[in-house]
Nanobody, 126 residues
């Protein structure tokens, strides 16, 4: 069964950090571009960060640049999103996704992704 599972969400105070993880099963995540998306209540889903399958290129939304870092785990079937200096407006359900796109291409549109996780809640509040 092809599956992505996110973990690491939770409640954190403003200025705090969280590290989200995405684990793949049934396929080799290392061959895919990876994207992190989020959706807040009443808002559309937005791309937060993506990394090409080659790892040479990345994308960050302007709202998270300098605060979030996307990476792959040492185990080829994992990926991470390190989130620092969190703000209340970062509150959302975060999803990881995998896209079978060419090596240096960084997909940022949801329709470009083939597999999605179920999401993990991130709440930034004092």
């Amino acid at each position: 069964q092809l599956q992505l599972v996110e973990s690491g969400g939770g409640l954190v105070q403003p200025g705090g950090s969280l590290r989200l993880s995405c684990a793949a099963s049934g396929f080799t995540l290392g061959y895919y571009a990876i994207g992190w998306f989020r959706q807040a209540p009443g808002k559309e889903r937005e791309a937060v960060s993506s990394i090409s399958s080659s790892d040479r290129n990345t994308y960050y939304a302007d709202s998270v640049k300098g605060r979030f870092t996307i990476s792959r785990g040492n185990a080829k079937n994992t990926a991470h999103l390190q989130m620092d200096s969190l703000k209340p407006e970062d509150t959302a359900v975060y999803y990881c996704a995998a896209a079978g796109t060419s090596s240096d291409y960084v997909p940022v549109q949801g329709y470009e992704y083939d597999f999605w996780g179920q999401g993990t809640q991130v709440t930034v509040s004092s």
